[in-house]
């Protein structure tokens, strides 16, 4: 694998960003990148940003477009596409380097931050429901080759599933190089909302969209 470039969306995640960030910067490799898009923070994040990226945009708020303002601007081959709460270590880096010539996107296995045995149960079904359908969600740290990106046109412009339907298109032409070690994600919406109300809206939301409903009423089911 050659170069990669970081791509992390955000807006008002200045509590964990500097760790995420951190980490992310130890992960990387002599060539690569990291570009954080900020989405019209008003918490700090933006500073937190300036001193640990390599480049710090500025977007419409929108996952899918801060993401593909990132790619826009990206020069690596790869794009790797990480949430602002998710954890890198130089493992996960060096696992893309195992990936087959052929590859052409994938993602991550991934558990739950914390110690409930629900969330580690939670953290198991993504990953085998993933590995099942070949359909990956953004807590999994998508990357894509950057030319396979260019040419199924980025992530829908659209609130929410944005990773779903961009998987959905990638997997059109060939299934997700599903790699270990595992990815730690927050279970911050989990400890909040309650774990098993938020598995109910998820599978609910993910039904509705299956069922063509559009993205803009999940959103604002899904954020309340």
Request: proline share 4%; with cysteine.
């Amino acid at each position: 694998m050659t170069s990669v470039s970081v791509i992390v969306p955000v807006r008002n995640e200045a509590p964990q960003l500097a760790d995420v960030l951190a980490s992310i910067r130890r992960a990387l490799r002599a060539g690569d990148e990291l570009i954080v898009v900020d989405g019209g923070s008003t918490d700090g994040s933006i500073d937190i940003a300036e001193r640990l990226a390599d480049r710090l945009l500025v977007s419409p708020a929108g996952r899918a477009r801060q993401m593909n303002a990132g790619a826009a601007a990206a020069r690596g081959t790869w794009l790797w596409f990480v949430h602002a709460d998710t954890e890198l270590l130089p493992q996960h880096r060096h696992a893309l380097e195992t990936l087959p010539s052929g590859a052409l996107w994938g993602r991550f296995d991934v558990r739950l931050s914390g110690s409930r045995l629900l969330f580690k149960v939670i953290g198991g079904l993504i990953t085998l429901r993933s590995r099942l359908t070949g359909i990956a969600t953004g807590d999994q740290a998508i990357f894509v080759r950057r030319d396979v990106f260019d040419a199924q046109g980025g992530f829908a412009d659209q609130p929410l599933m944005e990773d779903i339907a961009l998987s959905a298109a990638l997997r059109q032409q060939g299934r997700p190089a599903c790699l270990r070690p595992v990815l730690v994600t927050s279970s911050r919406r989990w400890q909040k909302q309650g774990a098993w109300k938020t598995i109910w809206l998820m599978w609910r939301l993910r039904w509705r969209y299956w069922r063509g409903e559009d993205p803009a009423s999940l959103h604002r089911d899904y954020y309340g």
